[in-house]
Structures are given as structure tokens and as C-alpha cells.
């Protein structure tokens, strides 16, 4: 698999809490320059993405991000201020105390309501792994699954772990054939995005990839 080919399944990513504008525009700039999948953003900054760039910029962005505890209700409102915004993919978090507590129907139930709410944008489901016993990671994998969401990604990036080798093949064991996996934190080499893409990985969401194809070092999500 070339550079170009690898760069063309990563979600370039900046999602810093301290991210200004001119962080936003380097990061479009190479996304346009790279051909990346997508940019990865805040959602604050989609409608000026939106307006600055226009369709040359596939926008994603995070939502109940990144504890992860909010309300369906909130969710579901932030879902649709990113669509209407421009954003045309959604990076979800489950609620990660429903799954700790056995609730996997009622995080299943959140996952199609937010689903429904996309329509034919994308919707990932990030699970954080870092967290879950392989029980809830399988649970994870049926739940997202059922609910029609289109990726089950692995982390947000602020956890305590993020993607590893043994969670997308988990993955892979346990999703249906309309899901499709995203790998996110951790991918910290070149060596890391073509394992997790010849693994079978779709996406991967990353700040590093542009800036290891370019030689440089990165620090970052």
C-alpha cells in the first residue's frame, strides 16, 4: 500500500482543546494538499470550515465527546447542529457508564436514534476500549451493529489506551458486514497506520499521519 493510498483512509485529526484558527487552516490545508478521508474537528468550527473551504473538505466531527456521559437528548442536538453547520460525519461516544452497568439495549437504543437523526451521513461509534472487558467490547460490536451504525471505532484519544492489534481483530470477529472499523489513538508511526489498515481497518483517525509522511515528528491524537 503506497503513502498516498494509506492517506486517503485517515481522518485528519485536531481535536485539542486549545486549537485555534490558524490549527484549523493547517490542518484543511493538508487534509486538501494529502487527500486525506476527512478532517476531524471541534464542532465549533464546522461552519467556518464550511464556509472557508466548501466541498473541498470532508468534515467530521465528535459528539458527547470525550467523557461521553451526556444525555441522549444533548447528543442528538449536537448531531444536528453539525449537519446543519456542514459537517457530513459523526464520531459518537457511547455512554460509557450505560455499558459499565449492564445497559447495553438502552446504549444500543441510543446509537439508532442518533443513526436515524444522520440519515446517510456517517455515523462511528466510539466505544473506548481502554475501559471495557472484552465482554462489553463483544456487547459493543452487537450493539453497534443492530443499531445500523456505519463504523465502530476504537478510542477518542483521551482515554487511558487507544487502538491496539487485539481489539480490531476483536472487531473483525464480532461486527456485522455493514459496519466497518475506525482506529483512533496511539497511531504513532507509519509502521501503526499500515498494520491497522492491512488488518482491515477502513479509517484512521490521527493528528501524526500527514506529518510521518512529510518525515517530520509529531506529537498528538
Known amino acids: 500500500m503506497t503513502v498516498q493510498e494509506m492517506l486517503g483512509h ?3 485529526t485536531q481535536l485539542k482543546a486549545f486549537a485555534t484558527w490558524e490549527d ?3 490542518l484543511c490545508d493538508e487534509a486538501i494538499a494529502y487527500h486525506t478521508a476527512s478532517v476531524c474537528v471541534p464542532p465549533a468550527y464546522i461552519r467556518r470550515i464550511h464556509e472557508t473551504y466548501g466541498e473541498k473538505i470532508n468534515i467530521c466531527t465528535v459528539v458527547g465527546f470525550p467523557l461521553r456521559y ?3 437528548e444533548a447528543k442528538i442536538a449536537e448531531v444536528e447542529a453539525a449537519l446543519r453547520d456542514g459537517c457530513n460525519e459523526i464520531d459518537m461516544v457511547v455512554n460509557i457508564s450505560d455499558v459499565k452497568n449492564g445497559l447495553y439495549d438502552k446504549v444500543e437504543e441510543e446509537i439508532r436514534r442518533l443513526k436515524e437523526v ?3 451521513h456517517i455515523l462511528k461509534v466510539i466505544i473506548e476500549t481502554c475501559y471495557l472487558t472484552k465482554e462489553e467490547k463483544i456487547a459493543m460490536c452487537n ?3 443492530s443499531a445500523g451504525a456505519d463504523y465502530i471505532k476504537t478510542s477518542t484519544g483521551f482515554g487511558t489506551g487507544g487502538a491496539t492489534r487485539e481489539d480490531v481483530e476483536l472487531f473483525k470477529a464480532h461486527i456485522g458486514s455493514n459496519v466497518k472499523i475506525k482506529a483512533a489513538g496511539g497511531v504513532s508511526t507509519l509502521d501503526d497506520l499500515k498494520m491497522f489498515l492491512e488488518l482491515g481497518c477502513d479509517r484512521i483517525g490521527t493528528s501524526r499521519a500527514v506529518g510521518l509522511c512529510k518525515g517530520e515528528l509529531t506529537e498528538g491524537y
Do not use: L, R
Open 24 to 26: 484549523i487552516v493547517k
Open 118 to 120: 444522520c440519515g446517510s
Open 70 to 72: 451526556s444525555v441522549t
Open 143 to 145: 450493539a453497534v451493529t
Open 10 to 12: 485517515v481522518d485528519h
